[in-house]
Structure formats: structure tokens, C-alpha cells
């Protein structure tokens, strides 16, 4: 017997482009899949903040460093651009694997650029992948913004403690510290290489 848990997040990206006409599936700035360890062709689950809707596809690999997040074919039916979508993984593993599998949550700003990555230890609580780190790691060697502090992302015990008593705040409160990227310009989808 297996269990399907979360692998692999992208929290609340925005949407740039919603065509009807294209091929189908969700077109994904390759980079933002590589940090979430989610395969090209994978399938995944979106759900939009906005409408509230969820549906299955697939992913495409779009422009590394572009930001692209582009919903194609049917699914564009399910969002319009500027929406905020969550983009998750799963995976199967044995009981064993499955109580000690962590995800890792992608965290982006407005313009899809990563932000932090970490994994869930607790409900309102986020930690890092990696908590012993002490220096940076490549994400792409490509990309001008591939280095991030991962470790920069962890909740100090007075964080926590501050947190977990001021329920009402977690909405403004930005727990750890994001690292500021650089970026590109957005690219469309025919940039990607898909045509209608």
C-alpha cells in the first residue's frame, strides 16, 4: 500500500495568460518547477484563489526566468489572467517514506519570481529544507536571480512564539525573511514555442 502526499508547491501564483487556442496543459517558468521538484509532463492540481475552482493538467516547461504561468486549452476556461493560483504535486510513497516526506513550497512575489522555498513542519508554521545550511544555494546557473538563502527563510523561537499568539495577524505577517530576486521581462506563450 502507498500514500499520496504533497511533493511538490507553487503558492499563489499569478496568472499571466489564459488561452483558449493553445495546447493544453499550464505553461510554467521552468524554474519555479525545478525548485518545486515538479517534472515537465507531471500531472498537477490547480486550484485558483480567486474563483475557487480546481482542476487536473499538465505541465509545460516555459521560459526559465520568465515568470510565465500561462493556462492553455480547456483550462483557461477555469481562470482569467491576474488570478492567484496554487500549483501542487503529489507523489506516492510507503508509510515509512510518507511520515518523514516534506514538500517543497515555493513561494513567489507579484511577478512570479521566487521569493523563499520551504517545507510545512506545522500548521501556520514554515521551515526551511535545509535548517543547518549556511550558504546559498544555486537554483539555476542560468537564471541572474538563481542564488537564494534558503536558511533566510527560518522562524527565530521568538518569531514563532509571537506568531502563534497573535492569530489575527498571520494575514499581514511575512514569517522569516524574503529574498529579494531580480527578474526578466514576461514572455507570452508564442514565445514558448506554442502556437494556436
Do not use: W
Request: net charge neutral; charged share 30%.
Amino acid at each position: 500500500m502507498t500514500v499520496e502526499m504533497l511533493k511538490g508547491k507553487i503558492h499563489r501564483a499569478t496568472v499571466i495568460q489564459a488561452e483558449l487556442d493553445y495546447v493544453g496543459s499550464i505553461t510554467v517558468d521552468e524554474e519555479l518547477l525545478d525548485a518545486a521538484g515538479i517534472l515537465e509532463y507531471e500531472k498537477v492540481q490547480i486550484v485558483d484563489v480567486n474563483n475557487g475552482s480546481r482542476f487536473e493538467t499538465y505541465t509545460i516547461c516555459g521560459e526559465r526566468g520568465s515568470g510565465m504561468i500561462c493556462l492553455n486549452g480547456a483550462a483557461a476556461r477555469c481562470v482569467n489572467a491576474g488570478d492567484k493560483i496554487i500549483i501542487m504535486a503529489y507523489g506516492n510513497y510507503e508509510p515509512e517514506e510518507a511520515k518523514a516526506q516534506k514538500p517543497a513550497v515555493v513561494f513567489v512575489d507579484e511577478e512570479n519570481r521566487i521569493s523563499r522555498i520551504t517545507s510545512y513542519e506545522k500548521h501556520g508554521l514554515l521551515r526551511d529544507m535545509k535548517e543547518q545550511c549556511s550558504q546559498k544555494t544555486t537554483i539555476s546557473k542560468s537564471s541572474p536571480r538563481a542564488s537564494i538563502d534558503r536558511c533566510a527563510v527560518q522562524f527565530s523561537l521568538k518569531e514563532r512564539k509571537k506568531h502563534a499568539g497573535n492569530k489575527n495577524s498571520r494575514s499581514n505577517e511575512k514569517p522569516g525573511e524574503a529574498v529579494e530576486t531580480g527578474g526578466k521581462d514576461h514572455r507570452t506563450c508564442a514565445d514558448h514555442g506554442l502556437s494556436p
